[in-house]
């Protein structure tokens, strides 16, 4: 073989090393995303608390579902208004601020006298739940590096199933205590993390990404050198923000601030809600589709009512005693917070749409399984009700296993990516509002839903669901692993070389207007 037939040969090039997790980025999203367990909180707190509060305050199940659900559709409220304080206030403050309100709400729960304060006190915290639910996923979204961002941006979810266990714990901690003390004593153990989460969130440095669009280029650049995984990234990254938001890559520092807050204030209060929701561009109607579709699915299945009434369902599949069924709901919080790392260490190795697709499969499979076990109940003799009582639990910690590896972390992930930037508060809160609107329909409904249709039938329902759902991830999500957050729309048919196919979208219609406003100057 001759010199020139060796230099032919490919050499083969082992593949790039994936860079060490940043410690700083890491930092930053650990204690962003420790908002989530207030949430999580007071989801599975409501479990067992309902079962005392129904016997102390003699209300109804029907009062009871409303209480429980109703903290959902409060925090979409919440969650909308998240949205606007976060671009005004900033990502920071706003965190600081979900702790205050739920601390606040967390008081008036435990001590509320009657049923009336007692939803007061729901509404504050349920506010509280929805900036918190909101902001989390978005700055940890904006901070974290693109090598290690699905890994830190499930963060969220984490410390949404540790505080969900949390509440399970405190609903058997204090189940012995007198019934007037016991369900105050869940709701008041709420606001302890609340105090330690506002100062915590003071130590944490503001979203790169917002300081660009208020004009504080040099401090989001120390932010960027601090978080990326190399000076080279951080410069890069600076660069892609600037193109989003509209700025030339060879202005310098005091034209970006002038341009940046001119075109602030001439779009502050209009154009980002028409561009959404009455003139969006043709890949803004796909990632609104594939946003809202998936955080409507994800809790169309009916996830949080599992959470909330896991203590009736162990009684319909045979524990009677309460303290038990309080012990068992245990191992529903035990199976979130322990299966979340599955998708948490998969999400930037085999991708989104992998985890959204064996996680969909296995809900809708489990809880046709979980009805299926259910409804026997009622038709079998009592010699069998035993071991079908043993299928519905293993099947309903196998559905709760399922989501968490899969759909609950990775569809907050995908729904901080897909967005450009001058869009993304506001999507995502229009997004989270979705969820939380879909988290308070099924827990408000449950009860009800279930004397109508059974308890099995309400499974059966969700089940559906889950498998329309799977159908609907099948054919709508791109993958998003690997690209940067100025990169997703091209994913859903954005061309940066092409304004016709662009159809007006963002990145290139907030370039123009910004170099107009440098050109005025």
């Given amino acids: 073989m001759s010199s020139t037939d060796a230099d032919a ?6 593949p790039a090393k994936r860079p060490p997790i940043n410690k700083y980025a890491f930092a930053c999203a650990l204690l962003a995303s420790m908002n ?26 029907t009062q009871i579902e409303i209480l429980a659900g109703i903290i959902s559709i409060y925090s979409l409220l919440g969650s909308l208004m998240a949205g606007l304080t976060s671009d005004w ?11 205050a309100i739920f601390f606040t709400g967390a008081l008036l729960m435990g001590l509320a006298p009657n049923y009336a304060f007692l939803m007061a006190g729901r509404f504050v915290a349920g506010i509280g739940v929805g900036y918190a639910l909101m902001i989390a996923p978005v700055y940890t979204a ?11 941006t499930t963060f969220p979810e984490v410390f949404n199933n540790f505080g969900i266990l949390l509440g399970y714990v405190s609903n058997f901690a204090f189940a ?9 004593a869940m709701f008041l153990v709420g606001a302890v993390p609340p105090v330690f989460l506002g100062f915590a969130v003071l130590a944490m440095p503001e979203s790169p990404r917002w300081l660009v669009m208020r004009g504080r280029i040099e ?8 978080t990326s995984d190399s000076p080279e990234e951080a410069e890069e990254r600076l660069l892609d923000i600037k193109k989003v938001v509209g700025i030339p890559a060879d202005a310098t520092d005091a034209d970006d601030v002038v341009a940046i807050v001119r075109a602030n204030e001439a779009a502050r209060g209009q154009g980002v809600w028409r561009e959404l929701l009455i003139n969006p561009s043709r890949p803004v109607r796909r990632m609104l589709v594939a946003g809202l579709g998936l955080m409507f699915i994800q809790q169309a299945t009916g996830v949080d009512c599992v959470v909330m009434y896991s203590p009736r369902v162990f009684e319909k599949a045979g524990m009677k005693n309460r303290t038990n069924s309080l012990g068992a ?14 998708a948490t260490l998969l999400l930037d190795r085999v991708g989104r749409r992998p985890l959204l697709l064996a996680s969909g499969g296995g809900m809708a499979i489990f809880l046709f399984t979980l009805a299926t076990s259910l409804l026997m109940l009622d038709r079998r003799p009592e010699s069998e ?16 296993a399922s989501f968490a590896s899969g759909l609950g972390p990775v569809a907050w992930v995908y729904c901080s990516e897909i967005y450009p930037l001058r869009l993304r508060a506001q999507a995502a809160a229009i997004g989270t509002g979705l969820n939380r609107l879909m988290g308070g329909a099924t827990t408000m409904s449950f009860l009800s839903l279930s004397e109508a249709i059974t308890i099995a039938g309400s499974f059966y329902l969700y089940a559906c669901v889950a498998a329309a759902g799977w159908v609907f991830m099948y054919f709508f999500l791109p993958e998003t692993m690997g690209q940067s957050l100025e990169d997703t729309g091209k994913l859903f048919g954005k061309d940066m070389d092409d304004g016709d196919t662009d159809d007006g979208a963002v990145v290139h219609h907030e370039r123009k207007r910004s170099t107009e406003l440098i050109t005025q100057q």
């Fill in 9 to 14: 040969v490919p050499v083969a090039v082992a």
């Fill in 36 to 61: 989530s367990v207030l949430l999580g909180y007071d989801i599975s707190v409501m479990s067992g608390a309902q079962l005392f509060m129904k016997e102390d305050l003699k209300i109804t199940d």
């Fill in 89 to 99: 206030l900033g990502r920071r403050y706003t965190m600081v601020l979900a702790a």
């Fill in 142 to 152: 904006e901070v974290a590096p693109t090598s290690s961002r699905g890994f830190l």
């Fill in 176 to 184: 012995r205590l007198p019934v007037h003390l016991s369900w105050r």
């Fill in 219 to 226: 401090d989001a650049r120390r932010v960027l050198l601090r």
């Fill in 329 to 342: 709901s245990m191992a529903v919080g035990a199976c979130k917070t322990f299966f979340i790392p599955i």
């Fill in 385 to 400: 009700a035993k071991a079908l009582g043993a299928v519905s639990i293993v099947a309903m910690l196998s559905f709760v």
